[in-house]
């Protein structure tokens, strides 16, 4: 079996409902039960404060914290991987008189481009971490929420954030291109507004200046997810079991450019664009070429048909083989399986493709984190799975169905 990332031990301090949870885990699949509201998706929110970026809700910082604390709180874990075990804690602490808001790195660009700016502490084995992108080299993690349903039918925005969560695990790199490009988009838009509003010419050499930035750190961000699009599209391809294969295509100005000619003729490309839409920018308040415009196309192979035409049982179903064919890769190429994070993933699946599901989790052997309202659901993982029943008020035991 493959080497794969695990969460062996989880402490929380003030982290959403929880005021203290400790929690000794097993390495395989894990199966936490409970009513609506217990806390469950609480225990995979944590797992996803240890992976680059804002995590599976995208919440502000302060927000995470127990109401009693004000705005603090720490996720810590102790984590197996292929290089070996490593403790790992990240976590908040709240500035009196600032805005939670200022430290998430939202999105003033109003592109949906996927943030990767936020800061908070990080610590690696002890050692405080120069940025979040070093969570990447020890932690691989990656999830399916009820609200990720709809993937297929919300903007690209959110399509290309579900793929360059699967890039940061192959390329722990990637997190800080999307966070450079990200800034100096946001820059760059706010000499063009500051221009626009104001009636005085921006500073042309800094404007080239962040219109270099964008120009090598877009198209590196391009050419990661083109290539995670691919390995993507051939693990996909012909599905597991009633999970459906799919076609998966990035499309875009800047993909199209990389496919007609070196990186280095498309970065020319991409800054003589940025230049040329300046005063169209400035117009309408927005960036109008980039990776921040692309979008993660995919269709239902079997059907020949976009997956924004299936059904919401045949969405969810090319949701789940997607994230099935990244974990799959992951082991074929990197010897790896990442943390799976699968909230709800059962309730709304038939007997048959719930069976089939638990049967392709235990065949690739990822740490898989499984939530459900019902525990009866699970019962064809009696054995093979930790079994925790989830109460409100932080109660979290280890139980036997």
Request: hydrophobic content about 45%; proline content about 4%.
């Amino acid at each position: 079996m493959p080497a794969r990332y695990a969460v062996r031990r989880l402490t929380l301090t003030d982290f959403r409902s929880y005021d203290a949870l400790r929690l000794e885990l097993d390495a395989g699949m894990l199966v936490f039960a409970g009513a609506n509201g217990a806390g469950k998706t609480n225990l995979l929110e944590a797992v996803s404060m240890l992976v680059p970026g804002r995590g599976l809700r995208a919440a502000r910082l302060g927000d995470l914290a127990s109401s009693k604390n004000g705005g603090e709180w720490a996720v810590a874990a102790r984590i197996e991987g292929p290089a070996g075990p490593a403790d790992v804690g990240t976590g908040w602490q709240g500035v009196e008189g600032q805005d939670a808001d200022a430290e998430d790195g939202d999105d003033a660009d109003g592109s949906g481009f996927a943030s990767g700016s936020q800061r908070r502490a990080v610590r690696i084995d002890g050692q405080p971490a120069k940025s979040q992108a070093e969570l990447a080299g020890v932690m691989g993690a990656h999830w399916l929420t009820p609200q990720m349903d709809r993937l297929f039918q919300e903007g690209a925005g959110a399509r290309r954030r579900f793929l360059d969560r699967m890039a940061f695990g192959w390329d722990p790199a990637h997190a800080g291109r999307v966070a450079a490009y990200e800034q100096a988009m946001r820059e760059r838009m706010k000499l063009l507004r500051g221009q626009r509003d104001d009636r005085r010419a921006a500073d042309p050499v800094w404007l080239t200046a962040l219109e270099e930035t964008m120009a090598s750190k877009g198209i590196a961000v391009s050419a990661a997810r083109l290539d995670m699009t691919a390995r993507l599209a051939h693990g996909a391809r012909d599905g597991f079991g009633p999970f459906p294969g799919a076609e998966v295509a990035l499309v875009g100005d800047v993909e199209t450019w990389l496919a007609e000619g070196p990186a280095l003729a498309a970065e020319d490309r991409f800054r003589d664009a940025l230049a040329r839409t300046r005063a169209a920018d400035a117009r309408i308040g927005r960036t109008t070429c980039g990776p921040q415009r692309s979008d993660l196309v995919v269709r239902h192979r079997p059907k020949a048909q976009p997956a924004g035409l299936c059904s919401t049982g045949e969405q969810k179903a090319l949701l789940i083989a997607l994230v099935l064919a990244n974990a799959r890769a992951r082991a074929l190429e990197e010897g790896a399986q990442p943390v799976l994070l699968l909230d709800e993933v059962a309730a709304h699946l038939d007997e048959a493709r719930r069976n089939a599901l638990f049967d392709a989790l235990s065949e690739i052997g990822a740490q898989v984190w499984l939530t459900g309202t019902d525990a009866e659901l699970f019962h064809p993982l009696q054995g093979r799975a930790q079994f925790f029943a989830v109460a409100e008020g932080g109660s979290v035991v280890e139980t036997r169905l």
